[in-house]
């Protein structure tokens, strides 16, 4: 009997540990809902997105038009020479920005595919990008493994002659950016279309497609990597029964080696964003439903941007087509701020290699991060942060017993933070001068150190640390 009793409080424990590891999900959004987010994603707060495919080797967009932001992704060039429109798009000429581009730079009779032997990958070093993200601070990467181009960066069966193996790289690019990413220690992820512009059985018979193609296709990709999150997208056509998604994460979740630890975001179908899948995703700041980034707040989610205009590389943006690093880390700690993570875009050439500037912006947020992280990672929203101002130039965040007050301009004058039952010590983070603090009535005051570029612990964004804070 006190075996049988060990046994079960052994199995009991080993549930706990891996976060429901004996739960059975439905293939139902009521059953699949009820998943929890794996705490390493919630954690995590900042990682890099990858747009990379066949769309490198032209590489534009028009940048510098006045055309919004969803028109200047380079990676849809093929559908804005075929005359496709973005389902978010306003105007209705962007398309002719593309096509004459096109018609002038490689002629009328240029084909798209013709492109796939120019992407030769040749400088692509796997290891050197993982060097990138992690000293950026990134805790995950997320691989476009198939945009809706429909190219696979692995030797997929179900896209043969149309991916990275068959021409040009001629490698598996999933395979090998995996790899060098975990042995980094990151999380690794892919991001996958579901649908295809030009895929004939997508638009002879799109039930098919899903059952023989894009079904299989996923699995495979989960099978093969092992990925930790699954991004899908190009859901808008149609419902989540017609993409068979809840069939397809009841299998996740139930079935998969990475059933414990993945996590997937709502792009599931035209009626699943904000209401259904794991974490909820904007986009520049746009949310599907009009949703604010505050509203956001409630539930786990990320904001995904580029750091030009662009995801898929554009060779002709320039140095003000780029957020600066102050930009990209006030957006990072806004984001985090309001319980969200922030996944920064790069776009690497055809070649294989991150551009330089963008290398330097990840850089510099890896700097800040490696001083200031501990109120980045890990971190929860403070219910006493009140509502969120234009232009705020202050935020919380909270960890454990401490409050994190982030300041995004230098304050020189005394400045006091209300709502609180209880403050200890106070601590500029990386600073090694004290701060003059008085506590009363529920009301903290912080009287700023004296700072000069001797002793200013960094750049961008400066946190002061309340300990044992209510």
């Avoid at 009997?1 to 739960?23: D, E, H, P, W």
């Avoid at 032209?58 to 075929?82: F, H, L, Q, S, T």
């Avoid at 700690?333 to 920064?344: D, K, P, R, S, T």
């Avoid at 509502?387 to 004058?413: D, M, S």
Wanted: glycine share 8%; net charge neutral; proline share 4%.
């Amino acid at each position: 009997m006190n075996f049988l009793r060990k046994y079960v409080l052994s199995l009991c424990l080993i549930t706990i540990a891996f976060g429901g590891f004996a739960q059975k999900y439905e293939p139902n959004w009521a059953s699949l809902d009820k998943r929890p987010i794996p705490t390493w994603f919630t954690d995590a707060k900042f990682g890099i997105f990858v747009h990379w495919g066949v769309y490198s080797v032209p590489a534009w967009a028009p940048a510098n038009e006045d055309i919004g932001v969803y028109a200047k992704y380079a990676e849809w060039y093929w559908m804005r020479i075929n005359g496709g429109k973005d389902p978010n798009e306003q105007k209705t000429d962007v398309n002719k920005l593309f096509i004459d581009y096109h018609n002038k730079k490689y002629g009328k009779d240029f084909k798209y595919q013709d492109f796939a032997s120019d992407f030769k990958a040749k400088e692509f070093e796997p290891n050197q990008w993982a060097d990138v993200f992690k000293d950026a601070g990134a805790k995950y990467v997320i691989l476009t493994s198939k945009h809706h181009e429909g190219f696979t960066l692995w030797p997929s069966v179900q896209s043969w002659n149309w991916n990275s193996v068959d021409i040009g790289p001629h490698r598996d690019i999933c395979g090998e950016l995996t790899k060098a990413v975990k042995a980094k220690g990151l999380h690794m992820g892919m991001y996958y279309s579901l649908y295809e512009w030009f895929n004939p059985l997508y638009h002879q018979d799109s039930t098919k497609y899903v059952a023989e193609h894009m079904i299989p296709q996923l699995k495979d990709l989960v099978t093969r990597y092992e990925p930790e999150i699954i991004y899908p997208d190009g859901e808008w056509d149609y419902t989540s029964k017609l993409w068979q998604s809840e069939n397809f994460l009841a299998w996740l979740y139930n079935d998969s080696k990475v059933k414990n630890t993945v996590v997937v975001n709502d792009r599931w179908g035209k009626d699943t964003r904000s209401k259904h899948g794991g974490y909820y995703s904007s986009e520049y700041g746009m949310v599907e439903g009009g949703a604010t980034v505050s509203e956001m707040a409630a539930h786990p989610w990320e904001e995904i941007r580029g750091v030009g205009t662009s995801f898929g590389y554009n060779h002709v943006e320039n140095l003000n087509n780029y957020s600066s690093s102050q930009e990209l880390i006030h957006l990072l700690i806004n984001v985090v701020a309001h319980g969200g993570n922030l996944c920064l875009n790069v776009g690497p050439t055809a070649e294989g290699r991150i551009p330089v500037i963008m290398q330097q912006r990840l850089h510099d947020i890896g700097a800040w991060l490696k001083i200031n992280g501990d109120a980045i990672y890990g971190t929860k929203l403070w219910a006493g942060r009140g509502k969120t101002a234009e232009g705020q130039k202050r935020f919380y965040t909270v960890k454990n017993n401490n409050l994190n007050i982030i300041n995004t301009e230098w304050v020189t004058k005394p400045f006091t933070i209300s709502g609180l039952k209880k403050a200890g010590k106070v601590t500029l983070v990386g600073a090694n001068v004290a701060v003059k603090t008085s506590f009363s009535g529920g009301k903290l005051t912080i009287t700023p150190p004296a700072i000069n570029p001797n002793n200013n612990p960094s750049n961008y964004a400066w946190v002061y640390k309340v300990e044992g804070f209510e």
